[in-house]
């Protein structure tokens, strides 16, 4: 059996070279010593390289077979991912290319859209309960098409539900826009079960929702335009502090 390279190498090193960087590093060593150990690993590596092969040999063809790593068989795993991706087909990799082009298709559509939509003066409403059931306010804000906040409203509501708090701020929040004469309002919530609730994808199946959900609807039925979106919570923070306000406050 053919000495590991490994051991060969560390014996060289045990019996010519002098080591001075380790010297230096373990001090109250000297060079006899040193070697020994050298030695000594050299040959741990070389019983060690001798029982793996005797385990991994096999009685076929008297072919010895070197037990694989964790290492290796990683690398191996790598390699066939990578082969596999590389060799993807054509048709795969086109199809694919279509779905990045559809979805970036959208996107500029969207966006298109947005650029396009009138600027209108907008309603953010919002509602707040601390507890589920628990303390609960209302709040609204209307601002112009310039940006201007031109109203405010909140209204505290003692002990009852989020989901009702929010559509309570969406009903004064329409009920002033109304007073104040306005025909076309942006209407935003950050409630994405009121905003699906009033364009009909979900259904009003809380039975104590649905008065207040057609009260909502009839309102924005008086409007010439009134468009109801959806903004992320960050974006409402106006209405969501009159209506922590009102509780507050029991306005």
């Keep these: 059996m053919a000495k590991p390279v490994l051991a060969e190498l560390l014996r060289f090193i045990a019996a010519n070279e002098d080591l001075p960087r380790t010297l230096a590093r373990y001090k109250g060593w000297d060079r006899d010593v040193l070697g020994k150990l050298i030695n000594a690993a050299a040959d741990r590596i070389e019983q060690a390289e001798e029982a793996a092969g005797a385990a991994a040999s096999t009685a076929t063809k008297g072919l010895k077979v070197r037990k ?107 009920k002033r826009a109304k007073a104040m004469g306005l025909r076309e309002l942006d209407v935003l919530a950050d409630s994405e079960l009121l905003v699906k609730q009033l364009s009909g994808e979900y259904q009003v199946k809380a039975e104590h929702l649905a008065p207040l959900h057609q009260e909502a609807k009839a309102l924005l039925a008086g409007f010439d335009v009134a468009e109801v979106r959806h903004i992320p919570r960050e974006e409402n923070e106006a209405a969501d502090a009159m209506s922590n306000r009102a509780i507050d406050l029991r306005l």
């Design 68 to 174: 694989v790593s964790e290492v290796e068989r990683a690398a191996r795993e790598s390699a066939e991912e990578l082969d596999a991706s590389m060799n993807e087909s054509k048709v795969e990799r086109e199809r694919k290319k279509k779905v990045r082009a559809a979805a970036a298709a959208a996107e500029r559509e969207a966006e298109r859209v947005a650029e396009a939509r009138p600027v209108r003066t907008r309603l953010f409403t919002d509602g707040a309960a601390r507890g589920n059931p628990g303390p609960a306010g209302a709040g609204a804000v209307i601002i112009s098409p310039e940006g201007h906040v031109v109203a405010k409203v909140g209204k505290y509501l003692g002990e009852t539900t989020n989901n009702v708090a929010e559509y309570t701020g969406l009903i004064l929040g329409l």
